[in-house]
T-cell receptor
Framework: AQSVTQLDSQVPVFEEAPVELRCNYS??????LFWYVQYPNQGLQLLLK??????LVKGINGFEAEFNKSQTSFHLRKPSVHISDTAEYFC????????????FGSGTRLLVRP | DAGVIQSPRHEVTEMGQEVTLRCKPI?????LFWYRQTMMRGLELLIY????????DSGMPEDRFSAKMPNASFSTLKIQPSEPRDSAVYFC?????????????FGPGTRLLVL
């Protein structure tokens, strides 16, 4: 079985500061990794995903994430955040063997302050 | 494309009543997913379909929940009878299904409150 851990339930940060949202996963098989963002009262939207190749993945809105297989991590980063980045961020995994089941972490609320 | 469409966006009902949530996936997408989001349990996959056939319903909480997909452009999630603990946001998502690892596209959700 797979599981995803997002240790930080909330991350407050000032505007234009860098931010890192942490994600660790557990799986006995190879997985694909995703970050989704949920703005207030909206559905989830894909930020980025890791399928294969370069371990540094760039996504929308200036976000990037690095896959670290030895540490089973997929941390999300942004060098300079905006007020509009305030949202809930979810890390998720799915098995590589043609499974479509997404397993989500508990989410991290990013709160950007002026 | 209009994206995944869900209706209603909000539903308030009384305990014991039947509730039906509706979803229209993105045209051409072969997979459809139903998720539930609560503060206590986070995002949970309830059931998913491939080409209108249920593939995995292991996340469906109990017999009060049922889901159908009569055609490629429509799916329903029904709760009968509803209970206060069913209060949650229910999301529908779809994906083309050409290979694993594809992006799932989420609808705006239905916010259900059972009194």
């Amino acid at each position: 079985a797979q599981s995803v851990t997002q240790l930080d339930s909330q991350v407050p940060v000032f505007e234009e500061a860098p931010v890192e949202l942490r994600c660790n996963y557990s799986s006995s098989v190879s997985v694909y990794l995703f970050w989704y963002v949920q703005y207030p009262n909206q559905g989830l939207q894909l930020l980025l995903k890791y399928l294969s190749g370069s371990t540094l993945v760039k996504g929308i809105n200036g976000f990037e994430a690095e896959f670290n297989k030895s540490q089973t991590s997929f941390h999300l980063r942004k060098p300079s955040v905006h007020i509009s980045d305030t949202a809930e961020y979810f890390c998720a995994v799915t098995r590589m063997d043609s499974s479509y089941k997404l397993i989500f972490g508990s989410g991290t609320r990013l709160l950007v302050r002026p | 494309d209009a994206g995944v469409i869900q209706s209603p966006r909000h539903e308030v009902t009384e305990m014991g009543q039947e509730v039906t949530l509706r979803c229209k996936p993105i045209s051409g997408h072969d997979y459809l997913f139903w998720y539930r989001q609560t503060m206590m349990r986070g995002l949970e996959l309830l059931i998913y379909f491939n080409n209108n056939v249920p593939i995995d319903d292991s996340g469906m909480p109990e017999d009060r929940f049922s889901a159908k997909m009569p055609n490629a452009s429509f799916s329903t999630l029904k709760i009968q009878p509803s209970e206060p603990r069913d209060s949650a946001v229910y999301f529908c998502a779809s994906t083309p299904g050409q290979r694993s690892g594809e992006t799932q596209y989420f609808g705006p959700g239905t916010r259900l409150l059972v009194l």
